[in-house]
C-alpha cells in the first residue's frame, strides 16, 4: 500500500511537471523591439565641397576679387534668374542645362588656371555641380562661395547683417545724404539706409558712375 501511493505521487509530480513544461512552452516568443535606423544627416554643399578638395573662400575674400581681372564669377543658376541680376562681370553657365550652357562657356576661351568663384553665397549644389564639371573638362583653379549669400535684386548687391556690421565697424559705411564720398573707390562701400530702400539704390547708382564698383546696400536696422 505505501510503495502504491509512493507510486501515485510521483506521478502526480510528473503530470504536474509536463503541465508547467507545456504552459511555458505554449508561451509565444517575446521579439525584439527593432530599432528604428538611425539615418545620417544629408551631406552639405561643404561637406561634398571638402570630399572633393574644392576650396571654398568666405566673404572678405569674394569682396577684394569683384573687380580683379585674374578672377571669373561663374553663375550656375538659370538664366531667367542671372538676367535678373548678378554679381559685376559674371558668366552665367546653367547647371540644370549644363549640356547646352558648356559650348557658349567654352567659347569664351577661358585659360583652363584662371581662378573660378561659383555661387553667390548660397548652400547651392547647382554651383557645386558646375565645378565638377569644369573639373573634369581641365579647369583646375576652382573655388566655392557659400555663406552668407549675396542678395541679387535687380543688379544691386544686398548684404546679410553680419557683413553688413563688419563693414559698418570698418567705416566703409556711408548714407544716402553722404556727400563727402569716400577716396579709394577699390575700397567696399555699404550704402545704409533704414527702411527706404529707393534711396539706398540711388546712391549705389551715384557710386557705381563715380567709378566704385564694390557697393553694396542694406536697408535694415544694424
Request: aromatic residues 8%.
Amino acid at each position: 500500500m505505501r510503495n502504491f501511493l509512493i507510486a501515485i505521487m510521483i506521478t502526480s509530480l510528473f503530470l504536474v511537471g509536463c503541465a508547467t513544461t507545456s504552459q511555458e512552452a505554449a508561451k509565444p516568443a517575446v521579439k525584439p523591439v527593432a530599432k528604428a535606423a538611425v539615418k545620417p544627416a544629408p551631406k552639405t554643399v561643404a561637406d561634398r565641397a571638402m570630399e572633393n578638395n574644392l576650396p571654398i573662400v568666405n566673404f572678405d575674400y569674394v569682396v577684394k576679387q569683384l573687380d580683379n581681372p585674374n578672377v571669373l564669377f561663374v553663375d550656375a543658376r538659370p538664366s531667367r534668374l542671372f538676367a535678373k541680376g548678378h554679381i559685376p562681370g559674371a558668366v552665367n553657365l546653367e547647371s540644370m542645362k549644363y549640356e547646352k550652357s558648356y559650348p557658349a562657356f567654352a567659347a569664351l576661351n577661358i585659360p583652363k588656371d584662371k581662378e573660378l568663384i561659383f555661387g553667390i553665397g548660397k548652400d547651392c549644389p547647382l554651383s557645386f555641380n558646375d565645378a565638377m564639371n569644369l573639373r573634369k573638362v581641365g579647369y583646375t583653379n576652382l573655388k566655392l562661395y557659400i555663406k552668407p549669400a549675396i542678395c541679387i535684386n535687380d543688379g544691386y548687391l544686398q548684404l546679410e547683417k553680419k557683413e553688413a556690421l563688419k563693414l559698418q565697424k570698418k567705416g566703409l559705411m556711408i548714407t544716402p545724404t553722404e556727400t563727402n564720398l569716400p577716396a579709394n573707390k577699390k575700397a567696399p562701400i555699404m550704402i545704409y539706409s533704414q527702411g527706404d530702400v529707393k534711396a539706398a539704390l540711388s546712391k549705389t547708382d551715384e557710386l557705381r558712375k563715380a567709378g566704385y564698383k564694390k557697393v553694396f546696400y542694406y536697408t535694415e536696422s544694424l
